[in-house]
């Protein structure tokens, strides 16, 4: 009779250990669709939204390299179409994690699909930037919101790294050439040379 009741004891514990098993493999299959689809980094610019001109796309990267040669600092632009139901502020912070930036490093998401966008910046960067500053880059100081809302992805980028231009010379005492860089509209109207810096501003950037 006890030979018997182990038996069923056995069973029962073998097919709960089934039923465990295929439980914890639906969960990851769940969580695994449920994971937002992230670019791969394909260096300073990854278009996956394919939306800049093919000109604004060599100018960001030809910054990024003065950028980094003058200051340190290494440029990442990622461009979406969707961010599959994540906010945007903590996509951008994935994808910072993701591409395993650091300290020096500043990345600038925007999804064409959705309208959005942010900015984290690597803890080096955000002390010699200074938060408030760099966030106004994405509002204040620049064009870039209202022309990327407007779907003016190359003038937007214009008028950011115009701006971004004036800070970091001014913050990292270095002289950043944009000679023969964004030559749009945006870039004559002197971003830079209008740059201000209230206190406070938007929070468009993050910090990491």
């Not at 097919?15 to 791969?40: G, H, I, Q, Y």
């Not at 969707?82 to 500043?106: I, M």
């Not at 231009?165 to 971003?191: P, V």
Request: hydrophobic share 45%.
């Amino acid at each position: 009779m006890k030979t018997i009741e182990a038996i069923e004891v056995i069973k029962m514990k073998k097919k709960f250990c089934a039923l465990l098993v295929l439980a914890l493999f639906l969960c990851w299959c769940l969580s695994a669709f449920a994971a937002a689809r992230m670019p791969e980094n394909r260096g300073a610019l990854t278009d996956d939204a394919n939306v800049l001109g093919t000109a604004t796309a060599k100018d960001v990267t030809a910054y990024a390299e003065r950028v980094e040669e003058e200051t340190g600092v290494k440029l990442h632009v990622a461009l979406v179409n969707f961010l599959d139901g994540v906010e945007v502020k903590t996509y951008a912070r994935q994808l910072f994690q993701r591409w395993e930036l650091g300290g020096d490093d500043l990345l600038l998401l925007g999804a064409a699909g959705e309208d959005s966008f942010a900015a984290v910046m690597g803890g080096n960067v955000e002390k010699k930037l200074g938060a408030s500053n760099a966030e106004n880059l994405l509002y204040t100081s620049s064009s870039f919101a209202g022309l990327f809302q407007s779907q003016q992805y190359d003038a937007a980028f214009a008028s950011f790294f115009t701006a971004l231009n004036g800070l970091l010379e001014r913050q990292y005492d270095a002289d950043i050439s944009l000679k023969g860089l964004f030559q749009t509209e945006e870039t004559a109207a002197g971003a830079a040379s209008a740059y201000a810096c209230p206190a406070g501003g938007l929070s468009g950037i993050r910090r990491i």
